[in-house]
């Protein structure tokens, strides 16, 4: 079972990033997926929420708007799209996976904003 997420790095404020999270060893289609962060000297907060089939999406009021998060079931990949960066974007990004009390998490990539 395993999560792993790609894409971060260092972008200027204003730019983007798109991440990717590959899934293996699970049932893909049958996990609401999601996007986590978490910023220095700050707790883990809720980015982006995706229902398995892919039909519902639900966002931080804070980043709607700017970000956006799709899957492809045959590519047991999600992503999230993140549009005009700021530094306050600056965190760890990490994936999550849940079906019913299964859980699981990828071990988060680094996206840093800065000029």
């Known amino acids: 079972v395993q999560l792993v997420e790609s894409g971060g790095g260092l972008v200027q404020p204003g730019g983007s990033l798109r991440l990717s999270c590959a899934a293996s060893g699970f049932i893909f289609n049958s996990y609401t997926m999601s996007w986590y962060r978490q910023a220095p000297g700050k707790e883990r907060e809720l980015v982006a929420t995706i229902s398995s089939a892919g039909g519902s999406t639900n966002y931080a009021d804070s980043l709607k708007g700017r970000f956006t998060i799709s899957r492809d079931n045959a590519k047991n990949t999600v992503y999230l799209q993140m549009n005009s960066l700021t530094t306050e974007d600056t965190a760890v990004y990490y994936c999550?996976?849940?079906?019913?009390?299964?859980?699981?998490w990828g071990q988060g990539t680094l996206v840093t904003v800065s000029s």
């Open positions: 999550h996976g849940v079906r019913g009390t299964l859980k699981v």
